[in-house]
């Protein structure tokens, strides 16, 4: 049975934590997987849920961890389901050196929320990847569907702005050094490979605009 054919059977057991009303349920098979339907903040949750899926599906084709995600109609309502990550541990500031790895890709998808205020929205599986869960604070939108205005355009200022965002992020993302930004950008294909994720990103004002913030990260890191 798809994810599609089971959703009328999906059994909801508990809302997780966060401000999107995200909810963990279990299909007739078993496995369990996350219902995410977009903020409210804005007065479109469902552009909030469309973009959040489809800057998964970005970091996915950049090679960075993220659940298996895939939306479905909910009465009419898009939603967003992607796998449970069972296994996976919270992330602390120890994990700061492979966390790092990924910031790059993180600033230029302008994921302002991209640890969390609880250090929730990554976690670490068994193997010692990071995943990231939770994407909804990246491109245009902030984490509870806001739109960010002025906040999101062609110049990426996260390069900067995202080492010092409290509460976190200066612990784990501070001081980067000109070497390691660079070792981020390469592990995840550098420019031609941002430019080939684009293809899953459906909004064109959207894949315009992360098109003009590819160009600027090279011009500030490569």
Not at 131 to 136: C, K
Not at 160 to 178: A, C, I, L, N
Request: glycine content about 12%; hydrophobic content about 35%; proline content about 5%.
């Amino acid at each position: 049975m798809t994810i599609h054919d089971a959703w009328a059977f999906l059994k909801e057991e508990v809302r997780l934590r966060g401000s999107t009303g995200a909810g963990l349920r279990t299909l007739p098979n078993g496995k369990r997987v996350v219902v995410k339907r977009g903020g409210f903040a804005g007065g479109n949750p469902a552009a909030h849920i469309n973009n959040e899926f489809d800057m998964n599906r970005y970091l996915n084709k950049l090679g960075l961890a993220v659940p298996n995600a895939e939306m479905v109609e909910e009465r009419g309502r898009p939603t967003m389901l992607t796998d449970f990550e069972e296994g996976a541990r919270n992330v602390s500031y120890d994990d700061k050196k492979r966390l790092r790895e990924d910031f790059v890709p993180q600033a230029l998808i302008g994921n302002w929320d991209a640890l969390g205020a609880d250090m929730d929205n990554v976690l670490m599986r068994p193997d010692g990847t990071p995943t990231y869960v939770d994407v909804g604070g990246a491109g245009p939108y902030r984490a509870q569907g806001a739109p960010k205005g002025q906040g999101w355009g062609s110049e990426v200022s996260e390069l900067q702005s995202m080492q010092y965002k409290p509460p976190h992020t200066e612990e784990v993302y501070g001081q980067m050094t000109p070497e390691e930004m660079g070792q981020s950008y390469d592990k995840h294909g550098g420019s031609d490979a941002m430019n080939a994720a684009l293809s899953v990103l459906r909004n064109n004002q959207t894949r315009d605009i992360m098109q003009q913030r590819i160009g600027d990260v090279a011009r500030q890191v490569a």
